[in-house]
């Protein structure tokens, strides 16, 4: 059996089981827009029509029509228990194939991707491919687009790489990703415009499974015990080890309000920060020549942390978000929230200098290292506190003409409320917590061929990086093409895109601990 028709099948078997999951449960107080069939599944009709199950002929359409007539790439991802050497120690953890971060994914544009996933965890789990415009029977939702893999079992997702960038995945099962299932996802331009001599991928990540206890369902245990002052308590088991002093601060008050993103950073206190799996104390570094054009694409892969990136003193030249092309701009640093990417050149100054990773609004940092020329080689004690200058954050750019969306009236317009808070932990959208057991009970309707404007309206007093799976939206009528931007307390980003994607998808707020709290609902095409 081919790896197609076996995940067709088992997507089936999937939704037969979302059906039956959902309906043993309630479903009082089901007010928005197919609600009503939420127990028969995504076949069912709604108000407006029929859902375009994962399977669907159209989703097979949709990927038809995606650029071919490239190699078959396969890639293989083993989910497992792994050891990693983190702030000093050995530490339990979760990962893809005992690397940390997993193996980086590389295809080209019009290449087919054949990700053969083997699951020996404990748990159940899923592999999501973060940005990429891909059919949706490979997107990775379990009970959504596919069932969950259970411990010991295999799923393969195959689909076209469509649209060059840089892209991620990493683990859609609840806490997972706050572990160590993550990696970097490449697809390559066969027309690249950029030119440059090397790469540097960098995934930045904040971390705390394994060290001193914890872990984030023991940490989103504490969260949802409501925190009434709206300070981040879990500083008090967060402190940094003494061989970790500067690398970690306390959480709390001050500590963990950003200007920037609007007031509240973070709900947690991370005593390590990572970037390629690697801490402070041993800092990834990429060797290069002065004068040398260097290609940065920059991951954060982050739980609850956004990150302010830079390398002092040397200018970076924006040229992608979120893998779209934006037009070029010269910046100091850049504020990236979880899940976003930005792609920027810089030249290669004649001394060493450091990458920095602040955890924005937080005391955290970390770095690695562009060795360059001689000179001393950066620590920790002489990396900056601060990245200052020209400081921006990608959703604040402007799209590349070659990937504007065209003018065209909008079809379609979903308010998508951002609401909750800290006292109970709780969060939604439209006040609603999402269901997995029964997504449909929050679904807004969308069809194929609508101009889509989507309006994240944020009510919380705290920032959310608000995601899309399977489409690439265009923020506000110039902006950058993004699937994830940055949603600031009290403030709307209206964002757009053409409903060219057929299927069920999710869209969520990517802090971890929100989404799994319930700040995530799902885009349906109906038909
Ligand atoms: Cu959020």
Redesign the pocket.
């Known amino acids: 059996m081919s790896a197609l028709s076996k995940s067709s099948r088992l997507s089936r078997r999937g939704l037969f089981g979302v059906s039956v999951a959902a309906g043993a449960s309630v479903l009082a107080g089901c007010t928005s827009s197919g609600s009503r069939d939420a127990r028969r599944g995504p076949t069912a009709s709604t108000s407006s029509g029929v859902r375009v199950s994962p399977t669907d002929g159209a989703v097979q359409r949709a990927e038809d029509a995606r650029p071919g007539g490239g190699r078959t790439v396969r890639a293989s991802l083993t989910s497992a228990p792994m050891r990693a050497s983190i702030g000093g120690q050995q530490v339990s953890t979760w990962g893809y194939g005992d690397r940390l971060p997993g193996p980086v994914l590389r295809s080209r544009v019009g290449d087919t991707l054949a990700v053969a996933q083997r699951n020996r965890l404990d748990q159940a789990t899923t592999t999501h491919f973060h940005g990429l415009a891909l059919r949706n029977n490979a997107d990775g939702v379990p009970g959504l687009t596919q069932p969950a893999i259970k411990p010991g079992g295999s799923f393969t997702a195959t689909f076209k790489t469509a649209h060059p960038g840089t892209y991620w995945y990493h683990s859609h099962v609840e806490l997972q990703r706050d572990r160590g299932l993550y990696g970097a996802l490449i697809i390559d331009d066969p027309h690249e415009p950029l030119s440059y001599d090397q790469e540097w991928i960098l995934v930045v990540d904040d971390w705390l499974d394994g060290i001193k206890g914890r872990t984030p369902a023991k940490q989103a245990a504490q969260l949802a015990k409501g925190m009434p002052m709206g300070h981040d308590m879990s500083g008090m088991s967060g402190m940094p080890m003494p061989s970790m002093s500067g690398m970690s601060g306390m959480g709390g008050g001050d500590g963990t309000t950003s200007p920037f993103l609007g007031g509240d950073a973070g709900d947690v206190t991370y005593p390590v920060h990572l970037i390629n799996g690697r801490d402070p104390m041993r800092p990834d570094t990429l060797k290069a020549k002065p004068g040398q054009r260097i290609r940065l694409r920059v991951i954060n892969a982050g739980g609850d942390t956004a990150y302010r990136v830079g390398l002092p003193g040397v200018p970076m030249t924006l040229t992608h978000t979120d893998g779209f092309p934006v037009k070029h701009q010269r910046v100091d640093a850049i504020v990236l929230g979880m899940g976003e990417r930005v792609d920027a050149l810089i030249t290669v100054p004649d001394h060493p200098v450091p990458f920095v990773a602040l955890a924005e609004g937080k005391a955290g940092r970390t770095f690695a290292v562009l060795a360059s020329g001689n000179g001393a080689r950066p620590t920790m004690s002489s990396v900056p506190k601060t990245l200052t200058g020209k400081v921006i954050q990608s959703g604040s750019a402007t799209a590349d003409p070659s990937v504007q969306l065209a003018d065209r009236p909008v079809d379609q317009v979903h308010t998508l409320a951002l609401t909750g808070g800290m006292a109970k932990y709780g969060?939604g959208i439209n006040g609603r917590q999402f269901d997995e057991a029964n997504p449909f009970a929050t679904a807004y309707d969308i069809r194929a061929g609508q101009r889509v404007r989507i309006d994240y309206a944020n009510h919380t007093m705290m920032w959310?990086p608000m995601h899309l799976h399977g489409h690439t939206f265009q923020v506000g009528a110039t902006g950058p093409r993004k699937d994830t931007v940055i949603v600031k307390p009290m403030q709307t980003v209206s964002v757009f895109f053409d409903a060219d994607n057929p299927g069920q998808w999710l869209t969520h707020?990517h802090?971890a601990y929100?989404a799994n709290r319930g700040?995530m609902a799902v885009l349906s095409y109906v038909k």
Do not use: L, P
């Open positions: 969060w959310h707020c802090n929100h700040m």
